[in-house]
């Protein structure tokens, strides 16, 4: 099946700095690109729709200037967590659709955020 | 507003049970329900359904779509240890606005197969 790729797997780091995470499609071109959000025992939380070369859709809720979408490429797509603060600590997980398999969403293999 | 609900939530079992787990799911401009198994990081897929009332099957586990009442179950047989996990499911839709699809996951149901 295809293959998204997500980086770092996990990151630490401390309250006012900005995290950068990285999603990529493998082996197919993925025009869009899901980030979701998941808490402790719960389930997955869509954030935002990337869409390449547009800008992301946010979903009601989501702030668009302190999660930064952008999908320059039909492969990669990042989620910018700006001005970290400890409540913003969670897993982070991106999903792509690969046109030529219906309906399947592929998922990245998360990276979970720690602010201090 | 688009909701998707499972339930249990929860369920602990004996290995070699049988387990179903509900979907409900209203979900305007719906275009398919998947299924997904998460253990620790990334969910894996188990299944697509599209159809009413054709069930998919995947050695022990099974699935089926009712269009009409708006859910799905997902069947495990012969409960096993490794069948611990998350269980989640997932609405596909069109989204109204844009035009694009996107994903709508469930409560997800925790599953815990005691040997």
């Known amino acids: 099946g295809a293959v998204v790729s997500q980086h770092p797997s996990w990151v630490i780091c401390k309250s006012g700095t900005s995290v950068k995470i990285e999603c990529r499609s493998l082996?197919?071109?993925?025009?869009?690109m899901f980030w979701y959000r998941q808490f402790p025992k719960q389930s997955l939380m869509l954030m935002a729709t990337?869409?390449?070369?547009?800008?992301?859709?946010?979903e009601q809720g989501v702030e668009k200037d302190k999660f930064l979408i952008n999908h320059a490429s039909l492969t990669l797509s990042t989620l910018t967590v700006t001005s970290a603060h400890p409540e913003d600590s969670s897993f982070y997980i991106c999903?792509?659709?690969?046109?030529?398999?219906?309906?399947?969403?592929?998922f990245g293999e998360g990276s979970r955020l720690t602010v201090l | 507003e688009d909701k998707v609900v499972q339930s249990p939530l929860s369920l602990v079992v004996h290995e070699g049970d049988t387990v179903t787990l509900n979907c409900s799911y209203e979900?305007?401009?719906?275009?398919?329900l998947l299924w997904y198994k998460q253990e620790k990081k990334a969910p894996t897929f188990l299944f697509m359904l599209?159809?009413?009332?054709i069930e998919k099957k995947s050695g022990r586990l099974s699935s089926i779509l009712d269009k009409k009442e708006l859910f799905s179950i997902l069947n495990i047989t012969a409960t096993q240890t490794g069948d611990s996990a998350i269980y989640l499911c997932?609405?596909?839709?069109?989204?109204?606005?844009?035009?694009?699809?996107?994903?709508?996951f469930g409560t997800g149901t925790r599953l815990k197969v005691l040997a």
């Open positions: 997932a609405v596909g839709k069109r989204a109204t606005t844009s035009g694009t699809y996107k994903y709508i």
């Open positions: 082996d197919f071109q993925a025009t869009t």
């Open positions: 599209t159809s009413s009332g």
């Open positions: 979900v305007t401009n719906f275009r398919s």
């Open positions: 990337s869409n390449e070369g547009s800008k992301a859709t946010y």
């Open positions: 999903s792509a659709r690969d046109p030529l398999v219906v309906g399947e969403l592929f």
